[in-house]
């Protein structure tokens, strides 16, 4: 079925790798902030994505009136309808609705909560149509790190830790976060239904995570103190923010970095997904592990900090 995914603007980029990461059709077109792909899996998993649709056809503004007279309204519809537009356009909901109204056999409207969510989208000249499958409003702001019971400044906000656990592509299996902190990941993954690993060199952390992570009912968890340079056992999918604060001195930090990633050279067999802060030389010390990067994004933090999020698959 093609449908089209309307995606958060903050990162496009991002928005659209993360869909990617989980569909199986590569093959995708992206009209403005509308990314339009063949799919049929159920995503509402997805942290950047604001809603999916059915796509129903597109046109040119010109043609729209004449489309949505020729269209099979009656095909698409349940129950009730209502008709919803995007952007700025000159038309009403009342001018489409009416035309989409005679196309039905007693058609009933609900404007508030309808079965069918008739959508016209106007972007760059032509208007996408489509019918609202599912909106993803997914409440992060009550797991942000501010809100855990051993929080801790390092936390990702759980948002960007679900896009991160996406662009793993893990379906089913074990999350794994190789230096875990105070369980950013592990909470969104083990939400997520899976069951996480963490390891942090740290104990302390290790026992942060711990409350954490049972702070949000997960028990399909382990977290234990580990040196991340020195895993022994395979990993399929995983995902690491690196550390980074002022305390890890800037050779010592590079050190760590090329340790750990020669390491997952030898015990990566599928998807890593590695935060680096951008002022590291994470080009360098990935070729130097003799691993390669799948793909990259960048997510600006503030002026002195950008995170490269790198996709390294073996
Ligand atoms: C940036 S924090 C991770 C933050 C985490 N993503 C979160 O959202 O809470 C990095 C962690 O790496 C740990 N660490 C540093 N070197 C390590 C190593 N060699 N092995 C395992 N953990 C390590 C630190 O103790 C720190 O807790």
Known sequence: MKQFFVLNQENLDLSKGEVLALTISKKCKLIDNLLILDNKEKLDRLAMTKSIYKLL???????????????????????????????????????????????IKNPKVNLENPTTSYEFFFVKNKVIAGKLLYELNEDFKLRHPQYWPEHHP??????????????TGIKKGKFYDAMCGAGGFLIEAGLMGFSVVGYD??????????????????????????????????????????????????????????AFLKNLKKILKGTAVIVFPDFSPYKKLIKEANLEINREFSVYIHHTLTRKIVVIKQ
């Open 57 to 103: 056809f597109i046109t040119t503004q010109k043609q729209l009136i004449k489309k949505i007279k020729s269209f099979d309204w009656q095909k698409e519809y349940k129950e009730n309808f209502r008709i919803r537009l995007h952007h700025f356009t000159n038309l009403t909901e009342k001018d489409l609705a009416k035309y989409v109204y005679e196309k």
């Open 154 to 167: 390092s936390g990702m906000k759980p948002r960007m830790s679900r896009c991160l656990i996406n662009l």
């Open 201 to 258: 060199l740290d104990e302390i952390m290790v026992r942060r995570a711990e409350i954490n992570i049972k702070h949000f009912g997960i028990k399909n968890f382990k977290v234990k103190k580990q040196d991340a340079t020195k895993i022994k056992h395979k990993i399929k999918y995983l995902a690491t923010d690196l550390p980074y604060g002022k305390s890890t001195r800037k050779l010592n930090r590079n050190e760590v970095y090329l």
